[in-house]
């Protein structure tokens, strides 16, 4: 069975958002991976889209089965966390609300703002690089608002309403994890224009998205929303003895390619958020110049400094 990938760095070309005139609009927006698959999601929706590619969540629009989906997509991987998932997700899941059916984003915004001061926005699917870190930057998190169908229950390939919000949403109740994603929107802004978004996705992806975490007594848990929402990489990720675990070292990092369609071969673990905040807290500009002199490498290589940690 394969992951629920984030396509947030996928490879496709993004519609314009639904304001945007097709003659003035700009170049297609640069994203990475392998895909050629154009993204799910109507980008123009009778002009609701904005600029910024926020849009109203069409509340009304989901079905009693959408609801149901949800529901029973809650309800399975809720029960599959306890020993797998960090203790910090687990005690926040319940501020996301709503369990059986599909939560208004203006219900969990009451609380995640008075939290940490961050708000869901609804968006129609994947969004190009720097409307992405933009509203990061502005403690806006993009929830992509459609759901998947019944028939894509157990694997989706591109993110919908329960990756984002299930996957994502609780740590933002965190405080040392709602700065740091913040703080990557900054440094996304930052990267795009140095033309390093390439290199930092990948720590997106290694931390955010498929992240392990070492807790105090617990061994090695999930923090990364990509595991999180997944049925099968859930035990992959944190007790298999098939991938590579290795402390988290930002270069190693950001010169690891990655797959976006199978289970990771390869997952880097910090000990706590404020070791993840404070390591990615310093001016990336020298590290991206020294990866320009770096080779890259394969989810399989492995290298003498690297720290393996056990489970
Ligand atoms: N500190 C990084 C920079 O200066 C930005 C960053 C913050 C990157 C948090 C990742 C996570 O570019
Ligand atoms: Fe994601």
Not at 264 to 290: E, G, K, N, R
């Amino acid at each position: 069975m394969q992951t629920p990938s984030d396509f947030l760095t996928a490879s496709v070309d993004l519609p314009a958002a639904g304001k945007h005139d097709t003659d003035t609009q700009g170049p297609a927006p640069t994203i990475y991976g392998q895909s050629e698959r154009p993204p799910r999601g109507d980008y123009a929706r009778d002009g609701q889209v904005n600029a910024d590619y926020t849009c109203p969540q069409n509340y009304a629009a989901y079905t009693e089965a959408d609801h149901e989906t949800y529901r029973r997509l809650y309800e399975r991987q809720s029960a599959l966390l306890p020993g797998l998932a960090c203790d910090e997700f687990i005690a926040a899941l319940p501020m996301l609300g709503a369990k059986t059916h599909i939560p208004r984003f203006e219900e969990v915004n009451e609380r995640l703002l008075k939290s940490t001061g961050w708000q869901l926005v609804a968006v129609p699917g994947l969004i190009p690089e720097v409307p992405f870190f933009t509203l990061l930057a502005n403690r806006k998190f993009p929830v992509t608002d459609w759901i998947r169908t019944p028939a894509e229950f157990d694997y989706i390939v591109e993110p919908d309403i329960f990756h984002d919000l299930f996957g994502h949403v609780p740590l933002l109740f965190n405080p040392v994890f709602a700065d740091h994603m913040q703080a990557y929107g900054a440094g996304g802004l930052k990267a795009h224009g140095l033309g390093a978004c390439e290199q930092l996705s990948r720590l997106y992806w290694y931390t955010i998205e498929f992240g392990l975490i070492r807790q105090a007594g617990g061994g090695v848990r999930a923090y990364g929303a990509g595991i999180l929402s997944s049925s099968g990489e859930l035990a992959h990720a944190v007790q298999s003895s098939e991938p590579q675990r290795i402390a988290l070292d930002l270069l190693r990092a950001m010169r690891t390619r990655y797959k976006i369609d199978s289970y990771q071969q390869m997952y880097f673990v910090i000990d706590s958020f404020q070791q993840l905040f404070d390591l990615t807290a310093p001016d990336f500009s020298p590290l991206y110049a020294a990866l320009k002199t770096m080779d890259e490498l394969a989810v399989d290589d492995s290298l003498p400094e690297d720290l393996l940690i056990q489970r």
